[in-house]
C-alpha cells in the first residue's frame, strides 16, 4: 500500500505564495510520475502540473509563469511552489502519483487526501 501525505494549503491574500508539499511512502519500487491536480467547487478536476521521472515538467496555461513544480526523488517528494496567486486559484489540491510497488508490478495511481488553497481578493 501506498499513502500520499499533502501540506501546506491554507488561506492567502491575492499575490501571495504557498508551498504545497506531498511525500509518498509505503511499498515503493520507483515512481514514474508524481503531479498535482486542483478541483473548484462545481467544476471538474483538472491538472497543476506534473513532472515525470527523467521527462520534462508540464503546466496548466493557466499557472505557467507562476506556480513551479519540483521533486526529490530520494524523499519521493514533490513540491509546487504557487507565486502571484489569484482568487481563480481557490481549489482542493490533490497529490497524484504512478507507483511501481515492486520490481515485477505494474503502475498504480495513487491519490492525496487534498489540501485547501484559498486565495482572497
Known amino acids: 500500500q501506498v499513502q500520499l501525505v499533502e501540506s501546506g494549503g491554507g488561506l492567502v491574500q491575492a499575490g501571495g505564495s504557498l508551498r504545497l508539499s506531498c511525500a509518498a511512502s509505503g511499498s515503493i519500487f520507483s515512481i514514474n510520475a508524481m503531479g498535482w491536480y486542483r478541483q473548484a467547487p ?15 515538467t508540464n503546466y496548466a496555461d493557466s499557472v505557467k509563469g507562476r506556480f513551479t513544480i519540483s521533486r526529490d526523488n530520494a524523499k519521493n517528494t514533490v513540491y509546487l511552489q504557487m507565486n502571484s496567486l489569484k482568487p481563480e486559484d481557490t481549489a482542493v489540491y490533490y497529490c497524484n502519483a504512478l507507483v ?21 481578493s
Not at 44 to 52: H, I
Not at 100 to 120: E, I, N
Request: aromatic share 8%; no cysteine; glycine share 16%.
Open 42 to 56: 462545481g467544476k471538474q478536476r483538472e491538472l497543476v502540473a506534473v513532472v515525470p521521472s527523467g521527462g520534462r
Open 100 to 120: 511501481v510497488p515492486t520490481r515485477l508490478s505494474g503502475v498504480y495511481d495513487y491519490w492525496g487526501q487534498g489540501t485547501q488553497v484559498a486565495v482572497s
